[in-house]
């Protein structure tokens, strides 16, 4: 039972778009949740993320579905640049170690041949080209 109240509270927090009376519905979700989990578990503090679970509604209303306010996709992008930065174990000037990385990782995956979709052709010298989709024979 609570498995799937919070399960809905995540449909509700995560969805693209709302109607004008989703948000009022979403908050009182999200307080009905947090009551039905706590008489669950009376022996369980708070934690500050149950606590801000409160102000999504809010948030919500504020900056629009919280789904693209979604930091996640930098977070991703934070960690492999922890990792890195952990790897090469140079602490002088990290920024320009990061950058310098980036730019060699970026550059490895815009040199792979088909990165654009691109079509590998034999031409008459039979030698590989690459050449666009858009060529016809």
């Known amino acids: 039972m609570l498995i799937t109240r919070l399960l809905h509270v995540v449909q509700l927090v995560c969805a693209l778009a709302f109607y004008p009376g989703d948000v009022a519905f979403m908050k009182s979700e999200i307080e009905d949740f947090l009551e039905s989990y706590h ?3 009376p022996d369980e503090t708070v934690i500050p993320k149950e606590h801000y679970t409160l102000h999504y509604g809010s948030q919500t209303e504020k900056f629009g579905p919280l789904i693209k306010c979604s930091t996640m996709r930098y977070d991703g992008r ?3 640049l922890k990792k890195k930065g952990n790897r090469t ?3 002088k000037n990290l920024c320009k170690t990061l950058a310098k990385h980036h730019q060699l990782d970026q550059a490895r995956y815009y040199e792979k041949p088909n990165y654009l979709g691109e079509a590998t ?3 008459r010298c ?3 080209c690459c050449l666009p989709n858009t060529v016809s024979t």
């Open 121 to 123: 052709l034999y031409c």
């Open 39 to 41: 008489s669950a578990y």
């Open 89 to 91: 174990r140079n602490c």
């Open 78 to 80: 934070h960690q492999f």
């Open 126 to 128: 039979h030698q590989r």
